[in-house]
């Protein structure tokens, strides 16, 4: 029988839109989810919402609903967003359903029935924001220590739960497994919290009715983080299955922002010490994501919209980023410079270029297959190697829910075969007629992008699947050995994997296509600002048999141009010629060469024309 893996994310509060710390939570735990699924494991991945408390009911009185409607809609943001963001989640529990419900008062009997809830009095302050209890000793201020806003002053009848019974027990399970709460600068916070001594802790409100009925006594409503805790048993089975309760519960790791770890690493665990259920396996809190610099906020209007992010960049890409940027447990910045990095660095000249290159040799010189592995080969037996620690590094960061280091793992072997194909150069083998090499080669370079692309597929899924619909290959854990590819299977070329590839010369020139009718305004045609320029300098990119560097002199100025113009010309035939160049492109990285700007040319790729103009023209001419 496969092995179960229980995941779950904070469940979000409806008060608010999601935004990109919400997006981020939701990405890490699809990732291990689709992990976990990959490799064999019986994945039960849990998210949704926190609808009841104080501060739901207090937003949707501001937008003159009642809570229930205001959950509605709102809930239906993150919904939306989750389809959007490929989230592969088993289950959704909203707080307001009658499973929740049930589930959580059925808690609240078996503490109760263990003698852990008693009757009294809560006098302190309470912010609504955070929806916590504070004592006065901790204020900072006279504001919430958590998240400097004001507080209330509340007196109300309360019941109270137990928390102090349960110190010493909590605080020998922590020592006991050191990876109960990760990371370990956040155990090391649990467990000075905790030797302070716990407190009991109100669990119940008087002074407003948004929230589940205390059992017996429907004048108090469950304190909105009792209530919220309880999603991770109620979400998945707990009461209404027990025998799926039963199979995935305890969750094995819970993933949560570091605002709310008290709640996860203290709170949590009594509960469920109280009412005689195992803990969970791993609480793991994350950092906080800035913007810009800045911490965000409605207020400064900076909260980044996950949304957004991906209509303009790619869900993939918003995936990647998120994970590879920061260590996970670390603070983050988030930023559309650093985001434009990855995508042209990482993606789309590393990752992209290598399948786009590799599926043009393919297409070249062997027909469109992947080609067999016929001869031996050194470098791809290094290559193999590089695979197989890149594979196993990426398995022990996963279980440690190290994705930057999962990513750099595997970015080892996307460098790897890059070099592999730059260093082999199969379009000399191709000339030299050694079909035998050849055909190893290119076998050994799908092999590495098969590879790849399997371990990429929890992270980036439809990245993996625009490979797929190149080469055929099976998703599958079980085909993590090299070889698995099978032989001299039909491959699909097309477009390059990441919209910045697109950007090179040769696929700009000429090729773009307008909707018949349109057409574009002189006014448009006029943004181009096209020149004479002249080639004062010429050199292959290394690893490129199409690229080459040009210097070109413009007049006033000397631009560098990445050129796609390789295989119809040799550098020293170019020096000294006068061409056109569109001089105003932004600038675009290509094999990493900053290129600021782009030549004219027609023809098919491996015989190219050059623009050039008819009669004598000076450099910096503009072309009208
Ligand atoms: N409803 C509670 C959780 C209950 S779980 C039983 C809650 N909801 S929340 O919507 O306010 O926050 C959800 C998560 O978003 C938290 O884990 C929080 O850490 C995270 N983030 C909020 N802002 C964030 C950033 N700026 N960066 C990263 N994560 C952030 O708390």
């Given at each position: 029988m496969a092995k179960k893996f229980y995941i779950t994310t904070p469940i979000y509060y409806v008060n608010d839109v999601p935004h990109i710390g919400h997006a981020y939570t939701t990405i890490a735990a699809?990732?291990?989810?689709?992990?976990?699924?990959?490799?064999?494991?019986?994945?039960?991945?849990?998210?949704?919402?926190?609808?009841h408390g104080k501060k739901v009911e207090r937003a949707a009185e501001t937008q003159g609903e009642k809570p229930i409607q205001h959950a509605d809609r709102m809930v239906e943001r993150f919904r939306s967003l989750w389809k959007k963001l490929n989230i592969s989640n088993n289950d959704f529990i909203r707080t307001t359903e009658q499973r929740h419900r049930a589930g959580a008062a059925s808690i609240w009997n078996n503490i109760l029935e263990k003698g852990d809830i008693?009757?009294?009095?809560?006098e302190d302050w309470y912010c609504t924001p955070c929806e916590s209890y504070w004592p006065d000793k901790e204020l900072i201020n006279d504001k919430c220590p958590q998240c400097g806003r004001n507080v209330e002053k509340i007196k109300e009848e309360s019941y109270f739960f137990r928390m102090s019974k349960y110190e010493k027990p909590l605080m020998k399970h922590i020592e006991k497994n050191p990876d109960f709460i990760m990371p370990a600068s956040r155990r090391n916070e649990i467990l000075s919290f905790i030797r302070q001594g716990l407190r009991d802790i109100s669990i119940s409100r008087t002074s407003f009715s948004w929230g589940i009925p205390v059992p017996d006594n429907p004048k108090h409503v469950i304190y909105v983080w009792f209530d919220a805790l309880t999603n991770y048993l109620t979400g998945c089975g707990y009461t209404e299955d027990m025998d799926r309760f039963n199979k995935f519960w305890p969750a094995d790791v819970h993933f949560i922002g570091k605002d709310i770890l008290r709640f996860h690493a203290v709170y949590w665990p009594t509960f469920l010490l109280s009412a005689g259920l195992p803990l969970p396996k791993r609480v793991?809190?994350?950092?906080?994501?800035?913007?810009?610099?800045q911490k965000m906020s409605k207020s400064i209007g900076n909260v980044v919209d996950p949304n957004k992010v991906a209509d303009e960049y790619g869900v993939d890409v918003l995936r990647y980023f998120l994970l590879r940027e920061v260590p996970f447990g670390l603070d983050g910045d988030f930023s559309e410079t650093a985001i434009k990095g990855r995508l042209t660095s990482d993606l789309a000249n590393d990752l992209g270029n290598l399948v786009h290159r590799v599926m043009g040799l393919s297409e070249r010189f062997l027909n469109s297959t992947t080609g067999l592995p016929q001869s031996t080969d050194s470098?791809?037996?290094?290559?193999?190697?590089?695979?197989?620690?890149?594979i196993a590094g990426i398995h022990k960061a996963m279980d440690e829910q190290a994705f930057q280091n999962a990513l750099t793992a595997l970015w080892e072997l996307v460098?790897?075969?890059?070099?592999?194909?730059?260093?082999?150069?199969?379009?000399?083998?191709?000339?030299?007629?050694?079909?035998?090499?050849?055909?190893?080669?290119i076998y050994n370079s799908f092999e590495a992008i098969r590879l790849t692309a399997l371990m990429l597929s929890p992270f980036m899924p439809e990245t993996t699947e625009k490979i797929?619909?190149?080469?055929?290959?099976?998703?599958?854990?079980?085909?993590?050995?090299?070889?698995?590819?099978g032989h001299e299977l039909a491959v699909k070329k097309s477009a390059p994997l990441f919209a910045k590839l697109e950007k090179e010369p040769i696929e700009i020139k000429g090729e773009k296509e307008t909707k018949k009718d349109e057409g574009i305004s002189i006014e448009e045609f006029r943004k181009i600002d096209l020149r004479i320029a002249e080639i004062i300098d010429a050199q292959n990119v290394k690893g490129s048999d199409k690229l080459i560097k040009l210097i070109v002199d413009t007049g006033n100025e000397k631009k560098q141009i990445v050129a796609g113009i390789g295989k119809s010309y040799t550098p020293p035939e170019l020096i000294g010629k006068r061409i056109i160049i569109a001089a105003n492109l932004k600038p675009a990285l290509l094999m990493g060469i900053e290129s600021q700007g782009m030549v004219l040319a027609s023809g098919e790729p491996d015989k190219l024309s050059l623009i050039v103009p008819e009669k004598e023209a000076v450099p910096g001419s503009k072309v009208k």
């Open positions: 699809d990732v291990i989810a689709r992990y976990k699924r990959l490799m064999g494991f019986d994945v039960f991945f849990l998210t949704g919402t926190d609808e008693y009757p009294g009095t809560y793991f809190a994350h950092g906080w994501w800035t913007v810009e610099g470098k791809g037996a290094s290559l193999r190697e590089t695979a197989e620690k890149s460098s790897a075969a890059n070099r592999y194909v730059a260093e082999r150069e199969p379009w000399k083998l191709a000339k030299e007629k050694t079909s035998d090499r050849l055909s190893t080669v797929r619909s190149q080469i055929p290959f099976a998703i599958d854990g079980k085909t993590l050995e090299w070889g698995g590819l």
